[in-house]
């Protein structure tokens, strides 16, 4: 069996402009409130606008019923490599579904998570990349690097194939909502191994990047830790 590293992976963002931080482990460990999948020290960023919202206005809509993933920031943004190395998984082809921001709906959504869980990964990831880290890399773990993950991206826009190097910061595909997603966000795991259902989920920081803390009103620089649950992150 691999052993957790010592130290913690070391990622680039994996996007550019200001989103906002949610599921951070600094707030708790497991970050998604189970091991499940890999997803002890998983991290999700939804994209806002400079006044923190996540999309351009609210309607009877939010309150009540669900919203197309087009109204949102975040959907179509591109979704870049946070580390350099090797695609050994592409799922797509899974449905971007419709947001839910309102309470009526998204109890009954949540209530139907087992029954995702039973028809494999893509309906929980989504449409994802897996990336293995070359060996030798920070957060190396024995018999191979490191697998960090990028899930929930919109359907079509997967622009990479397995088996394919990457660069740090190379254009995967795009933001979606597609995968247990109530509304369009990325979410970024690193884990030991490159199947989710046996892995174990790896600890990670960011290299680089502003943050602007949650009753803060300017960002300040970060180098190679977490941000904050609820916190604004703007990448370089």
């Not at 018999?143 to 254009?171: C, F, N, P, T």
């Amino acid at each position: 069996m691999m052993n957790t590293p010592a130290a913690p992976l070391e990622l680039a963002l994996p996007f550019t402009g200001t989103w906002k931080v949610q599921n951070s482990p600094l707030r708790r460990v497991p970050s998604h409130g189970s091991h499940l999948l890999a997803t002890t020290y998983a991290i999700d960023f939804v994209c806002v606008d400079k006044s923190g919202r996540t999309a351009p206005w609210v309607s009877w809509h939010t309150a009540v019923g669900t919203e197309p993933p087009e109204l949102f920031f975040a959907f179509g943004r591109p979704i870049l490599a946070p580390v350099a190395g090797q695609v050994v998984t592409v799922r797509d082809g899974e449905p971007d579904h419709e947001a839910r921001r309102s309470q009526l709906t998204l109890i009954p959504y949540l209530l139907g998570q087992q029954a995702r869980l039973r028809q494999g990964a893509g309906a929980i990831a989504g449409n994802y990349v897996l990336i293995q880290a070359p060996d030798g890399g920070a957060g190396q773990v024995p018999d191979g690097g490191a697998v960090v993950g990028v899930m929930h991206l919109k359907s079509g826009s997967i622009r990479v194939s397995s088996g394919q190097y990457v660069e740090e910061g190379q254009h995967l595909g795009d933001c979606g909502n597609s995968g247990n997603s109530t509304q369009p966000h990325v979410h970024v795991q690193a884990m030991d191994g490159p199947d989710p259902w046996t892995a174990r989920g790896l600890p990670l920081v960011f290299r680089s990047f502003g943050e602007k803390p949650v009753r803060g009103r300017t960002f300040l620089p970060r180098e190679n830790v977490l941000p904050q649950e609820g916190s604004t992150v703007l990448a370089p």
